[in-house]
């Protein structure tokens, strides 16, 4: 963290430790007794019940299954937009692992929160609830000590976090407002989709899928504010809803059409995105898509299906493959860090299903979990 993003941390700390006093902040003890003894890594799961919100833990064994350890109340409800079917938040990245300060960050749509997890192995322990800025947190994005929420109701917002000592403090004049039409119908495709970083930590992208078919980028300045107004990016009718960056910094996005495809695109300084390539993938609705090294996996919440996509040097891509998966609603998905397994979230019953990642991006069904309560939750991590 430089020294001028330190001494601005330091002026959110004194504004935030007078929020917590004043009970705008609160934090929930430990459920369990945490598993210092991690085996090949974990996965984490959120259920986004909307009675209680929790988070799964499991395992992952040498040949890539999940086997569970934990259940942790993220001491907040989960949500549904109206409309949704088996994506209640229709949002990518509402459960993010931070790898460097050994962090998980989980929204609570339906409290309008957002919960800090310490990770020791595939244990959690709760260690802060506070408020999204907005209404109804679908998306984070973290990068150093940076955070910012995506608030998807109500026109859309998001909101910026110093993370500091493992915990948010929230970052004075950072709210910033989508201004989308919050009368669009159905909501669930008329809602924000996804926030990020980009790799240099210098702009914010946020996909506003249905809502007028953009992809907004803010710049980020020395403080961790964004600009006053985003560039606007529009993809007349493209839907699109989420994204990653690539290797290379090209940003990749998932686009929900009709018809459906996998677009990458060269982001400027200036906030001007440039098309690269695209990519039908032939499957209804897909809506979220994740990296593994020169391949990329778009899932297609209709099919149900998972579109294996080669990216090579220059962003052009190429269909390699559709795998369909054995239960409804492909939705959120995440990679092992070493590349080896891909784990899908089902939204129709709250599955996981496990992959094994073979040469060229393909793949092989190992197994499947079921993750209580998660039926139509979203929100999965690997460490």
Not at 292 to 319: E, F, K
Request: net charge negative; proline share 6%; with cysteine.
């Amino acid at each position: 963290m430089n020294t001028n993003r330190r001494i601005g941390a330091a002026v959110a700390i004194a504004a935030a430790a007078i929020a917590v006093s004043s009970g705008s902040a609160s934090a929930a003890p430990t459920v369990r007794d945490l598993d210092l003894h991690q085996r090949d890594g974990a996965v984490f799961v959120q259920s986004d019940n909307t009675a209680a919100n929790t988070v799964v833990a499991y395992d992952r064994a040498a040949g890539g299954t999940l086997s569970a350890v934990g259940v942790y109340p993220t001491g907040g409800k989960g949500g549904a937009l109206v409309g949704a079917v088996v994506d209640d938040l229709a949002s990518q990245g509402s459960l993010v692992y931070d790898r460097d300060q050994g962090l998980l960050f989980a929204v609570n749509a339906g409290s309008n929160t957002v919960s800090v997890f310490d990770v020791r192995g595939s244990g959690l322990a709760l260690a802060q609830v506070i408020g999204s800025g907005g209404v109804f947190p679908v998306s984070i994005a973290v990068h150093d000590d940076l955070l910012y929420v995506l608030n998807a109701r109500d026109g859309g917002s998001v909101q910026g976090y110093y993370l500091l000592f493992g915990r948010l403090f929230p970052i004075p004049g950072s709210t910033r407002s989508l201004g989308l039409n919050p009368a669009l119908t159905p909501e669930f495709t008329h809602t924000p989709g996804q926030v990020g970083f980009t790799p240099d930590g210098r702009q914010l992208v946020v996909t506003t899928k249905g809502n007028g078919s953009d992809i907004d980028v803010f710049g980020v300045d020395w403080l961790g504010r964004l600009s006053a107004s985003p560039v606007l990016n529009s993809e007349p009718g493209l839907v699109p809803f989420s994204f990653v960056f690539d290797p290379a910094g090209g940003l990749d996005v998932a686009e929900a059409g009709p018809p459906s495809a996998v677009g990458t695109f060269t982001l400027a300084p200036d906030g001007v995105l440039t098309p690269v390539a695209s990519v039908a993938t032939g499957q209804p609705a897909t809506c979220w898509v994740t990296q593994d090294g020169a391949v990329l996996y778009a899932s297609n919440a209709g099919g149900p299906s998972i579109s294996s996509i080669s990216l090579v040097p220059w962003g052009s891509l190429t269909l390699l493959a559709t795998t369909t998966i054995a239960d409804a609603g492909a939705v959120d998905a995440t990679t092992s860090p070493d590349g080896r397994y891909l784990y899908v979230q089902a939204g129709g019953p709250g599955n996981v299903d496990e992959f094994s990642v073979g040469a060229g991006g393909t793949l092989t069904a190992i197994g499947s979990v079921t993750v209580p309560g998660a039926a139509g939750g979203e929100g999965i991590a690997a460490s």
